[in-house]
């Protein structure tokens, strides 16, 4: 299993994810014309990465901004981590958000609510 290394652009999210560490983390603006499309290899790596290593993986997500098609898939990646966790998978998320973005505050807040696995919603680097 490969890491991933995306580079981020004006509208995609920066990502990596580290199979030797369990890290994935996405930063910066998330509105590409197709989301599921560009969040796909992401989706396919943590899917191979939960049912493969069964080791910690954590989260860490510093968007500015997310559009409608973002976070839908924010909320399938969600989703997965949930199941894992359910399955005793060792998964957390840290979602950091620039102070003064309430909007993104509040975003993670409301996603927060549907998680029961560590989920820390703080001010932090963007």
């Known amino acids: 299993m490969n890491d991933l290394n995306i580079a981020a652009t004006s ?16 930063s910066g603006d998330s509105y590409p014309e197709n989301s599921f499309e560009f969040f796909q290899p992401l989706i396919h790596w943590l899917e191979n990465y939960l ?3 069964k080791q910690p993986l954590t989260m860490e997500l510093s968007l500015a901004y997310l ?6 898939v924010m909320m399938d990646l969600l989703d997965m981590l949930e199941e894992a966790f359910g399955k005793g ?5 840290i979602w950091f958000y620039e102070a003064g973005n309430e909007r ?10 549907d998680c029961t ?5 703080t001010p932090g680097p963007a």
Do not use: H, M
Not at 89 to 93: H, N, Q, R
Not at 104 to 113: C, D, I, P
Not at 117 to 121: H, N
């Open 67 to 72: 559009n409608t098609s973002s976070v839908r």
């Open 89 to 93: 998978i060792d998964v957390s998320l």
């Open 11 to 26: 509208n995609t999210p920066g990502i990596k994810a580290c199979r030797a560490t369990g890290r994935v983390s996405l």
């Open 117 to 121: 696995f560590p989920y820390l919603v």
């Open 51 to 53: 049912t493969q290593e």
């Open 104 to 113: 993104v505050a509040e975003l993670a807040e409301e996603f927060k609510e």
